[in-house]
């Protein structure tokens, strides 16, 4: 199992909207056959590993990170291609979380004689698809909110520049955070001061034709027709308030694809209606890269799920700005807590991943 979890760790940048899957076919201690997903539409990790094992998977025993899927979509059912290998019995590390499989797969399994069991490193298995997992049972997608700071906790200066308070080995790795995502979300705001491109440009990272969903929260649609984020491949999705016929032609024009989203009680894009559609869209994790306006909305109002902070070795002062405007707490019993993961050091910058333990969960807003 452990063997097929780092094997669906391959497919991380390939196989969105699908979860990652690895799977490992043995005859005893030996291994005879592996394979993860690659990529939406193609053949899933148990029919790579299959093909590898060809008659040697008769008799022999799968360990797949997740339940075979048990119905016709874009490929044919793996349990019907594991049964009629003559797989004598499959270990699965956890259960699918979508409704259309969740408990299928093992009884059409166990019906055709195969012996199933489940739960084989469970925790690091759902480690693979949080993203998959939330969007299956709560209707959302996972939300990382990536900030880049000070020491003092600063992301500009107070004139605004920025380039570039981290450094080059944290800028590639923000590229894999990209690659990983579903969707990368981002503020009209940002748009206007930076005109950025927030697609993955890294030519080591492989994505077999994908680029992440770009998404402006655009109240009063003021997103350039000109911006390069419209032309950096992949789909653009601009939400916002005032569809104006004029400024909403030219965007769709220039190829993006305009969304009118109610408001919150602010006036501003109702930030849960949108990570709704998104989930709607098939984005497992949304990665908001956006000022200080958009990321403390998403603080406060509780949709973080993790934050990734990369911390420069520099300060810059109180009259700079701050990583996120959040609301004022009077107590520190109210404060915003998170739970810390993991501590990396990416040349001169430390970056820092941290899960939400208490959130106050919300309707939420943004610019």
Request: hydrophobic share 40%; glycine share 10%; proline share 5%.
């Amino acid at each position: 199992m452990r063997r097929a979890i780092e094997l669906a760790q391959l497919g991380r940048y390939t196989n969105h909207p699908n979860p990652r899957v690895g799977c490992v076919i043995a005859q005893g201690e030996r291994i005879v056959g592996e394979g993860w997903h690659r990529k939406w539409g193609e053949p899933h990790a148990e029919v790579h590993a299959l093909r590898e094992a060809g008659d040697a998977a008769r008799g022999a025993t799968a360990y797949v990170t997740l339940e075979p899927h048990s119905y016709q979509g874009r490929t044919p059912p793996c349990t019907d291609a594991l049964i009629r290998a003559g797989v004598a019995r499959v270990v699965c590390g956890a259960l699918d979380p979508n409704p259309k499989v969740l408990g299928q797969g093992v009884r059409q399994l166990e019906a055709a004689g195969v012996i199933v069991q489940t739960g084989l490193l469970e925790d690091q298995v759902r480690e693979l698809n949080p993203g998959f997992e939330k969007r299956m049972t709560l209707g959302s997608p996972r939300v990382i909110v990536k900030l880049a700071a000070s020491l003092d906790g600063r992301t500009a200066l107070a004139n605004g520049a920025s380039r570039w308070i981290t450094g080059e080995a944290a800028r590639a790795d923000v590229q894999r955070l990209r690659a990983e995502a579903g969707a990368v979300l981002t503020g009209v705001e940002t748009v206007l001061a930076d005109d950025p491109l927030l697609n993955v440009r890294d030519p080591q990272i492989e994505l077999l034709g994908r680029q992440p969903l770009r998404v402006i929260l655009d109240t009063r649609l003021r997103t350039p027709p000109g911006a390069r984020i419209l032309s950096a491949g992949g789909e653009t999705l601009i939400f916002t308030t005032h569809a104006d016929g004029a400024a909403r032609r030219a965007l769709e024009a220039a190829g993006a694809r305009v969304i009118e989203a109610p408001p919150d009680e602010n006036g501003r894009v109702n930030l849960g209606r949108v990570l709704r559609v998104l989930a709607e869209n098939q984005c497992n994790d949304v990665l908001v890269e956006a000022g200080p306006t958009l990321s403390g909305a998403v603080l406060d109002q509780g949709f973080a799920d993790e934050l990734i902070v990369y911390f420069a070795p520099m300060l810059l002062g109180p009259q700079a700005r701050a990583m996120a405007n959040l609301a004022m707490i009077e107590r520190l019993e109210d404060a915003r807590r998170y739970a810390l993961m993991a501590v990396d050091r990416l040349d001169a910058d430390v970056r820092l991943r941290l899960k939400r333990i208490e959130a106050i969960r919300g309707q939420g807003s943004s610019d």
